[in-house]
């Protein structure tokens, strides 16, 4: 368990939410084993049906995870002027309350980090970047290097599992030197009982879906994060440290045509625990066009989206609220 020092209240802002729904009967969240043969069939089958899936036998060592794990949670527990030393979000370095510039808030605070470039020279003031988070960058490139593999290797999966050709047709994108990848480490700290029992559920971070590819999440032993499922109802995802989690992104699910749906996730503020979660959002090139993928599409099925580069996407997405359906100007039903 991680545990941090305790946050100044007014670090953080909060927000009311309403009782969330529950499932009946929650299904159980699909896990893939990566070592299996076929691995790759129960991948599209829960990107299929959730969006979302927990994977094992990933490959990403347990040393780098802890490491930077311990490594974060570190800068995390330093006093708010020397975090805020790593300079204002725009978009890259340290933030709390403010999840986004359109009023979007949570229990939170954050490191925004690209993953294509050296970090400190990510933020207006690379001096004072570099002294904070020297600590931190050997834990991060091993780590990055370390889950970028693994999502390589989960996206060509897809590919296979889709038939499409070649194989590294998604996972190129990421790999691509100009791939406008992003890295978040998300820090929760534990939310008093006196604002959880006046403000009933108290939001982490506010329900929304991720544009990019996919996401891979990995968190600490600590509970927090929820799914919606087809239904509209909410299912919280158990903890497991040792294991990652893969959100299927909104990029994906024009480029299947809307065979695979982005999930929408959120995360509840834990009373008693600090939540770390670490996140690896695979982005394609500003320039690159997202369009369905033309083998993925059957007789005379149409396009449900117009084309779009991840430029555009990105600029648009970002320029609306957590919750608004992101895809919904590039719809072509929405804009027929």
Not at 101 to 107: A, T, Y
Not at 158 to 171: E, H, M, T
Not at 237 to 252: A, M, R
Request: charged share 20%.
């Amino acid at each position: 368990m991680v545990i941090l020092s305790k946050p100044v209240i007014e670090q953080f802002s909060y927000i009311r939410n309403k009782q969330p729904s529950a499932a009946l009967f929650p299904p159980l969240i699909p896990m893939v084993d990566l070592s299996k043969p076929d691995s790759k069939h129960q991948i599209i089958k829960a990107c299929e049906e959730f969006g979302f899936f927990k994977v094992i036998n990933h490959g990403v060592p347990m040393e780098l995870i802890s490491r930077l794990e311990s490594e974060a949670t570190e800068f995390f527990s330093l006093p708010l002027c020397e975090k805020e030393k790593t300079g204002q979000p725009k978009p890259y370095g340290y933030g709390n309350k403010r999840i986004g510039p359109n009023g979007d808030v949570g229990w939170v605070e954050y490191l925004l980090l690209t993953t294509n470039q050296d970090p400190n020279l990510a933020t207006e003031n690379p001096e004072t970047f570099e002294s904070v988070l020297l600590f931190l960058r050997v834990a991060l490139n091993n780590y990055m290097a370390a889950v970028k593999k693994m999502a390589c290797e989960i996206l060509e999966m897809v590919a296979d599992g889709l038939k499409i050709q070649p194989r590294n047709s998604l996972s190129k994108l990421m790999m691509d030197e100009q791939s406008d990848s992003v890295f978040r480490l998300n820090h929760y700290p534990p939310c008093p009982d006196a604002l959880q029992s006046l403000n009933g559920n108290v939001i982490g971070f506010g329900e929304h879906t991720d544009p990019q590819i996919i996401s891979v999440l990995r968190s600490n032993n600590t509970a927090g994060l929820q799914i919606s499922l087809r239904d509209g109802s909410w299912i919280s995802v158990p903890p497991d440290q040792y294991s990652f989690f893969i959100n299927v992104g909104d990029s994906l699910q024009v480029m299947t045509n809307g065979r695979f749906n982005s999930v929408k996730h959120r995360v509840m503020a834990n009373s008693v625990k600090s939540r770390l979660s670490m996140i690896y959002f695979c982005g394609p090139p500003l320039s690159e066009k997202i369009a369905p993928l033309p083998c993925l599409m059957r007789g005379d099925q149409q396009s449900l989206y117009k084309e779009f580069t991840w430029f555009e996407y990105k600029r648009s997405a970002y320029a609306s609220r957590l919750a608004h359906n992101r895809l919904m100007h590039f719809e072509k039903i929405a804009a027929s």
